[in-house]
């Protein structure tokens, strides 16, 4: 069973920058999907990037050149690196995990593509 905590949220002017970190507890398999997804009260959680074991990425077109998604595996820890923030950043960031798949040739998963959940850190970015 993997757990899965976030770090590294926090308070940022538009402009800033800030690095997300998830630390997973173990993988049961040597084949693994991560990501990161994002969600404002009252809208749908949205994917934004994910990567898996062997180092494929994908992004969603909205953050591409801003973020940068990687992955310790010996640590295994997931991070976000997240530069020239906007108050449209503002969100809960959440970690999401899934056992024994890779990165789909289409893009970011979707929610229902993930077991494993943190329990998110909050970015928030004033102008």
């Known amino acids: 069973q993997v757990q899965l905590v976030e770090s590294g949220g926090g308070s940022v002017q538009a402009g800033g920058s800030l690095t997300l970190s998830c630390t997973a507890s173990e993988y049961i398999y040597s084949t693994y999907c991560m990501a990161w997804f994002r969600q404002v009260p009252g809208k749908e959680r949205e994917g934004i990037a994910a990567?898996?074991?062997?180092?494929?990425?994908a992004y969603v077109d909205s953050v591409k050149g801003r973020i940068t998604i990687s992955l310790d595996n010996a640590n295994l820890t997931l991070y976000l690196q997240m530069n020239d923030l906007k108050p449209e950043d503002t969100a809960m960031y959440y970690c999401?995990?899934?056992?024994?798949?890779?990165?789909?040739?289409?893009?970011?998963?979707?929610?229902?593509?993930?077991?494993?959940w943190g329990q998110g850190t909050q970015v928030t970015v004033s102008p």
């Open positions: 999401a995990a899934r056992d024994g798949t890779a990165v789909p040739a289409l893009g970011v998963p979707g929610e229902i593509y993930f077991g494993y």
């Open positions: 990567i898996d074991s062997d180092g494929t990425t």
